[in-house]
């Protein structure tokens, strides 16, 4: 299905069958779990019965949209492998018209980005397609309109934290909060967010994260369409380096192309500002450099 981040692998919360088709089409490890995905918060209540200091405030404030809140939940109440035997559960409300309607013709749905595990994600249909197969269903919506995954916020030892960066910059929580979530936890007991122990969204090309370009020839640059290059022999475009959303909304697409022209080493201009939303492009990057 789509959403308004990325395409999502849809499947039923109630169903063992399709869990089990969707983490073994993705190839996921069983330990990560998935976000499950509702038309309306009220629907939350069947999974918990307290919910942390600013659930409320944080859903209203952005849901429906790009913000995942994952919280403490009744672990009878939703089947142990969703949440890969954690006693938390991720849920948000997808701003995508399509998804909406979905989930309300059907109910929650759990969806993982529709990518092949390790993959960049997919924006598009055909980027679905190119990991499932031409034949693979898919609830055509267009282009996603954020084009990287939700932010992850994590209620731990009485804060809200992030779990992930993604459509949402951390900023833009502190007016509600009245502090920043950041990725660190009082206590060493291991990442807060599963995801963030596998690699991510690396297109089998090797990536060079690039500050400054000497005056060589390079085979294939990923830039910014404001700026000048040495020669290349390809060049990808990201938009203006002045247009952030622009830039995370063509990231995947940049990133897989790169695979579709067998392109084997991309140089990626890495000059970009440390803060808001240009995180997430620097993270994803630098996930998407690891190698297998
Ligand atoms: O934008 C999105 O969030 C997309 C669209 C389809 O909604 N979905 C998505 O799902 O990105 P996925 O499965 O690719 O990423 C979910 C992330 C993983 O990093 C997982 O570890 C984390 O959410 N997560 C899920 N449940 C969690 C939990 N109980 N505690 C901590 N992290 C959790
Ligand atoms: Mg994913």
Redesign the pocket.
């Known amino acids: 299905?789509p959403?308004?981040?990325?395409?999502?692998?849809?499947g039923s919360i109630e169903s063992r069958a399709a869990i089990a088709a969707i983490f073994s089409l993705?190839k996921?490890p069983p330990q990560?779990?998935?976000?499950v995905?509702v038309a309306e918060a009220s629907e939350i209540l069947r999974f918990s019965k307290t919910f942390p200091p600013f659930f409320k405030e944080l859903a209203d404030a952005f849901w429906p949209g790009?913000l995942?809140l994952?919280i403490p939940v009744e672990p009878a109440s939703i089947l142990p492998e969703?949440?890969?035997e954690?006693f938390?559960?991720?849920f948000?409300i997808?701003a995508h018209p399509l998804?909406r309607e979905l989930l309300f013709r059907v109910g929650p749905l759990?969806?993982?980005?529709?990518?092949l595990s390790g993959r960049p994600?997919a924006v598009s249909r055909a980027h679905v397609e190119s990991d499932f197969g031409s034949d693979f269903p898919v609830l055509d919506g267009g282009e996603c309109q954020?084009g990287?995954?939700?932010t992850?916020l994590?209620w731990s030892e009485e804060k809200w934290r992030l779990?992930?960066l993604?459509?949402i910059a951390a900023e833009a929580f502190i007016s509600l909060l009245g502090y920043e979530p950041t990725f660190s936890q009082p206590q060493a007991k291991g990442?807060?967010?599963?995801?963030?122990?596998?690699r991510?969204y690396a297109p089998d090309a090797n990536l060079h994260l690039v500050t400054s370009f000497e005056e060589l020839s390079y085979p294939c640059i990923v830039g910014f369409s404001d700026r000048m290059y040495p020669a290349h022999s390809h060049f990808i475009s990201l938009g203006s380096s002045l247009a952030v959303e622009e830039v995370l909304r063509r990231l995947y697409s940049a990133l897989r192309e790169l695979d579709e022209k067998n392109i084997e080493e991309a140089w990626i201009d890495y000059r970009v500002p440390k803060k808001g939303l240009w995180l997430t492009f620097l993270e994803r990057l630098q996930k998407a450099r690891e190698k297998r």
């Open positions: 299905m959403t308004e981040t990325v395409y999502g692998l849809a993705k996921r990560n779990p998935l976000i995905h790009p995942t994952v969703i949440r890969a954690l938390t559960q991720a948000r997808p998804a759990i969806a993982p980005s529709a990518n994600s954020k990287v995954e939700s992850i994590i779990g992930r993604g459509a990442p807060l967010c599963p995801g963030q122990l596998f991510h």
